[in-house]
Nanobody, 126 residues
Framework: QVQLVESGGGLVQAGGSLRLSCAAS????????MGWFRQAPGKEREFVAA????????QHADSVKGRFTITRDNAKNILYLQMNSLNPEDTALYYC???????????????????WGQGTQVTVSS
């Protein structure tokens, strides 16, 4: 299995930027499709961005498209989420997740992911 640890969250003013990192250890990182999800208080966990297993394709939620970008560095075993033009609606606990099933289809449902980190808090003030 793979272990995931997120970092990079914090408090930022509206319009600011943050870069989240997700460090993976254990099994070969490049074997997994990866994703970012977030959960605000009182709300369900929602899809933010993901990439498929070969890393050839990415998908971003409409709410973050053009502002957030998911990337990965297989040599360093790290998944990133660059977040620009943040607004208060982006405030949430952000999780990275790994999916064992190898597919070129990009998975957007939390139920399709097998391993999760503990989350990193992002708070955007107005």
């Amino acid at each position: 299995q793979v272990q995931l640890v997120e970092s990079g969250g914090g408090l930022v003013q509206a319009g600011g930027s943050l870069r989240l990192s997700c460090a993976a250890s254990g099994r070969t990182f490049s074997n997994y499709a990866m994703g970012w999800f977030r959960q605000a208080p009182g709300k369900e966990r929602e899809f933010v961005a993901a990439m498929n297993w070969p890393g050839s394709g990415t998908q971003h939620a409409d709410s973050v498209k053009g502002r957030f970008t998911i990337t990965r560095d297989n040599a360093k075993n790290i998944l990133y989420l660059q977040m620009n033009s943040l607004n208060p609606e982006d405030t949430a606990l952000y999780y990275c997740a790994a999916r064992s099933f190898r597919s070129i289809r990009i998975a957007v449902s939390p139920a399709e992911y097998d391993y999760w980190g503990q989350g990193t808090q992002v708070t955007v003030s107005s």
